[in-house]
């Protein structure tokens, strides 16, 4: 005999089944949306630097060493320092049209330090990397290894034909008590960027890509889940991106894995996760920019992280060099106008 369901039990099956249909559904947008990312990724350790590639290495300890070890501590608690690591960036930015970008804070004069080379196109690519450190902290991770890669990025490309106009610029004051605030350098910036009518069509921002770990378990995440998507070991560098900067991350993301030599994951998500929205390229989404964050994911890696032990000594160098060589395949190709 054919067993009779009750309309109440056909229902509740009905709803069943679209609930897990509708998740399925969901899932597979979230994954091609926010995780789904092109090229293929490089699977393999490190190789060792070339002859060529070690000058850039020094090139970059040097930076780090000046920033995160002499000069250390740089905000508006330390004045004098963050001063002379203004000085020293727009020094260290021979060969650009460079100009300080001023505005007065607690009495204050401080500086976004800008270098451009105006390309045939109005179009402008921007790369950026906050130069203060936080209180109690040298900052050589957070951030001198980002603004380590801009200087050594702009004295490889310096000389580079560009149709777009090539930007770099160190920030100001992007950490706590100045984070996500009207008083954040890149935000004062990224608003007179937006006053002037400027068409910034890529931001790429910096931020503390210095820390490497093949240990298992060494990489954490800011929500749950994602461990189960994403790498547990912390020997990969990241490219994050908010949900309307999702072209301009697939297209740095594939050009960095073609030329890469050290694996990289990317991910764009809405920007309440923690972690997302951190850095320089959440001010030029406030002006309505696209951007996305280079990094090596700070606070969910780095064991020192604003701390005073953040210094020249905790980075990995090599691996580093190998970032700054597939972000500068990634520049080439984002100033030139091929699609």
């Avoid at 006053?195 to 749950?224: N, W």
Wanted: hydrophobic share 40%.
């Amino acid at each position: 005999m054919a067993m009779i369901r009750s309309p109440r039990t056909r229902r509740r099956r009905t709803l069943r089944v679209a609930f897990w249909a509708g998740l399925v559904i969901f899932l597979f947008v979230a994954w091609a949306v926010m995780i789904r990312m092109p090229g293929q990724n490089y699977n393999r350790p490190v190789p060792p630097l070339t002859a060529e590639e070690k000058p850039l290495r020094e090139q970059l300890i040097a930076h780090v060493r000046k920033l995160g070890g002499e000069i250390g501590e740089r905000n508006l608690a330390h004045f004098p320092r963050l001063e002379a690591a203004a000085q020293y960036i727009e020094d260290q930015l021979s060969g650009w049209k460079v100009r300080r970008d001023s505005y007065e804070l607690q009495g204050k004069t401080c500086h976004n330090i800008e270098a451009e080379r105006p390309g045939t196109l109005s179009e402008i690519v921007l790369i950026g990397a906050h130069y203060d450190s936080v209180p109690g902290s040298p900052g050589a991770n957070d951030n001198g290894s980002g603004v380590a890669a801009l200087l050594a990025l702009a004295h490889r490309l310096k000389n580079q034909p560009n149709e777009k106009t090539l930007r770099f610029v160190a920030f100001v004051n992007e950490e706590p008590g100045f984070f996500q605030t009207r008083a954040m350098g890149s935000y004062v910036y990224a608003g007179r960027c937006r006053e002037r009518a400027e068409r910034i069509v890529a931001m790429i921002s910096l931020e503390t890509i210095g820390y490497f770990s093949d240990q298992p378990g060494s990489q954490s995440y800011p929500a749950p889940g994602l461990g189960l998507i994403y790498p547990r070991t912390g020997n990969f560098i990241g490219f994050v991106a908010n949900l309307k900067s999702r072209a301009l991350l697939r297209a740095a993301l594939d050009e960095f894995r073609r030329q890469a030599q050290i694996r990289s994951e990317g991910a764009a998500m809405p920007e309440f996760i923690p972690g997302v929205s951190w850095s320089d390229q959440w001010s030029f989404w406030q002006h309505g920019y696209p951007g996305i964050m280079v990094t090596d994911t700070a606070p969910f890696r780095y064991p020192y992280y604003h701390t005073a032990q953040d210094t020249p000594d905790k980075l990995d160098y090599d691996s580093m060099t190998k970032v700054v060589l597939g972000m500068e395949s990634v520049i080439r190709r984002l100033v030139s106008n091929t699609p």
